[in-house]
């Protein structure tokens, strides 16, 4: 098993930045991928981000690229998501995610196979 646990969310200002963390523990080797998901309320979770533990390969959603940047502490089996030039529409409950199994879409909820609780950031206009 993996637990995954994040921290770093709050309340910013349109404009403003935030930096997302996510701690993983437990059997982190049979992980290659971490990736950053978000929910809003009635609304499905969607793929934001994700990075390859071994290369730091990174992908991102066409919605925060050039804003947001996902990295990773092998060291410290942490990942980060540093969110700038923040929107009202990046209001959700982002989640930390890990994924196991090889094969299958990167930015597909039901591939991952770990989820962290997730952390709240909302974004005042």
């Known amino acids: 098993q993996v637990q995954l646990v994040e921290s770093g969310g709050g309340l910013v200002q349109a404009g403003g930045s935030l930096r997302l963390s996510c701690a993983a523990s ?17 609304k499905e979770r969607e793929f934001v981000a994700t990075i390859s533990w071994s290369s730091g390969n990174t992908y991102y959603a066409d919605s925060v690229k050039g804003r947001f940047t996902i990295s990773r502490d092998n060291a410290k089996n942490t990942v980060y ?34 989820w962290g609780q997730g952390t709240q950031v909302t974004v005042s206009s």
């Open 26 to 42: 437990g059997r982190t080797f049979s992980t290659y991928l971490m990736g950053w998901f978000r929910q809003c309320p009635g």
């Open 81 to 114: 998501l540093q969110m700038n030039s923040l929107k009202p529409e990046d209001t959700a409950v982002y989640y930390c995610t890990a994924k196991s199994r090889y094969g299958g879409s990167w930015i597909t909820v039901a591939n991952y196979d770990y």
